[in-house]
């Protein structure tokens, strides 16, 4: 099947800085691609959808300007947190997959953000 | 508003138990998607099955199997002869409607299977 990947895997960052996480679809082109975030023994909590060429759609209660998010080709989207803080610890974990209603999401890895 | 209900947070059974996940999903929408994903602890999520609406139909594979029964709102998954290996967190997910995939996640069930 298809193949999301991350990059890196994991993180360690100071707080106050910022951290990029990529999201690639490997052997497909995504228009879309969304953020998720899990926090541990929790559900995942979508954070955003990435929009190819166009602004990320943020949920409800996510700050948009913390968590930036680039979508600047069909394999390719970015999230950024910046100024990061301790309580932005957390396993992000991205998603793509064909367009359309229904359309199986492939998942990436995950991302273990740790902020000291 | 769609609302997915996973009731069970936790199920612990001995090897070779069969067990069932329940998932109930609430929707004023008479068409949708429903999706089963299995997150092991290595943390990546692993597609099990997708199933619309439309189709009733009980589905198996290998040692797991589905009962989707719209009138009650319930896309249930059943393991048979539980293996140590299906210890994971199984997560019920609509796909929210409209053309753009967006899952809504289920709280999960832990599933521990004990030798």
């Known amino acids: 099947g298809a193949v999301v990947s991350q990059h890196p895997s994991w993180v360690i960052c100071k707080s106050g800085t910022s951290v990029k996480i990529e999201c690639r679809s490997l052997?497909?082109?995504?228009?879309?691609m969304f953020w998720y975030r899990q926090f541990p023994k929790q559900s995942l909590m979508l954070m955003a959808t990435?929009?190819?060429?166009?602004?990320?759609?943020?949920e409800q209660g996510v700050e948009k300007d913390k968590f930036l998010i680039n979508h600047a080709s069909l394999t390719l989207s970015t999230l950024t947190v910046t100024s990061a803080h301790p309580e932005d610890s957390s396993f992000y974990i991205c998603?793509?997959?064909?367009?359309?209603?229904?359309?199986?999401?492939?998942f990436g890895p995950g991302t273990r953000l740790t902020v000291t | 508003a769609q609302k997915v209900t996973q009731a069970q947070t936790e199920i612990s059974v001995v090897e070779k138990e069969d067990v069932t996940l329940d998932c109930v999903y609430e929707?004023?929408?008479?068409?949708?998607?429903l999706f089963w994903y299995k997150q092991p602890p290595s943390g990546e999520l692993v597609f099990l099955i997708r199933?619309?609406?439309?189709?009733?139909q009980n589905e198996i594979s290998g040692r797991y199997s589905w009962n989707f029964q719209k009138s009650t709102s319930s896309f249930n998954f059943t393991i048979t002869a539980s293996q140590v290996v299906d210890s994971a967190v199984y997560f019920c997910?609509?796909?929210?409607?409209?053309?753009?995939?967006?899952?809504?996640f289920g709280q999960g069930t832990t599933l521990q299977v004990k030798p």
């Open positions: 998603s793509a997959g064909p367009p359309g209603w229904g359309a199986e999401q492939y």
């Open positions: 052997d497909f082109q995504a228009t879309t």
């Open positions: 990435s929009n190819e060429g166009s602004k990320a759609t943020y």
């Open positions: 929707t004023r929408d008479t068409t949708y998607y």
């Open positions: 199933r619309n609406s439309f189709d009733e």
């Open positions: 997910a609509p796909s929210e409607r409209g053309n753009t995939g967006k899952l809504i």
